[in-house]
């Protein structure tokens, strides 16, 4: 059983930084592309970041130079360091592997950028 926990959201002033966490269990963590969306209200579910096994990052162009994306694969844990926040960043924030041809998202955590 995939589970995926994340963890780390809250409130923020803009200028400011959160370091989100996402703990997995029940997949080869050290194989698995690990990524990073968010949704904010009334809006669709976007992608923020990539990490693949190797260790490769891709990043969404509104958070590319501000966001980075790690993980631990001792930890089964893969992080989202989020720096120079925005409003606009305001979003619950997920995490997100496929495994076995299933794609798998924990329950969110929200963060929200006050100006």
């Known amino acids: 059983q995939v589970q995926l926990v994340e963890s780390g959201g809250g409130l923020v002033q803009a200028g400011g930084s959160l370091r989100l966490s996402c703990a997995a269990s029940?997949?080869?963590?050290?194989?698995?592309?690990m990524g990073w969306y968010r949704q904010a209200p009334g809006k669709q579910r976007e992608w923020v970041a990539r990490i693949t096994g190797s260790g490769t990052t891709n990043y969404a162009s509104t958070v590319k130079g501000r966001f980075t994306v790690s993980r631990d694969n001792a930890k089964n844990t893969v992080y989202l360091q989020m720096n120079s926040l925005k409003p606009e960043d305001t979003a619950a924030y997920y995490c997100?592997?496929?495994?076995?041809?299933?794609?798998?998202w924990g329950q969110g955590t929200q963060v929200t950028v006050s100006s």
């Open positions: 997100n592997t496929m495994n076995v041809g299933l794609n798998y």
């Open positions: 029940g997949v080869i963590f050290s194989i698995n592309t």
